[in-house]
């Protein structure tokens, strides 16, 4: 009797170790992507804003920087506007 509680201990603190273990939460979306409140894959927030670091210079895209215009990562812009979900230059 003895035994086969002791064999009964063993298999259940195996199953509640391995039930411990997290589960994926991408569910299948791959990485970077997750279930959106209608199952669709939605991408994960991304970490902020850009910023161009070079020595004594940071430049955050999309920022509008006096008497030079809106930074777009290459350029300086004068005027921007939303287009299709995003910003257009112009």
Not at 63 to 72: I, K, M
């Amino acid at each position: 009797m003895n035994k086969l509680l002791t064999a009964a201990l063993v298999a259940s603190a195996g199953i509640a170790s391995i039930a411990a273990i997290p589960a994926q939460a991408a569910d299948g979306c791959g990485r970077g992507y997750h279930r959106g409140p209608y199952g669709h894959c939605r991408p994960n927030m991304g970490p902020g804003p850009v910023v161009v670091r070079e020595p004594g210079v940071n430049l955050v895209i999309g920022n509008y920087y006096p008497r030079r215009g809106y930074w777009d990562g290459r350029r300086y812009w004068w005027h921007r506007e939303r287009w299709n979900g995003g910003w257009r230059y112009r």
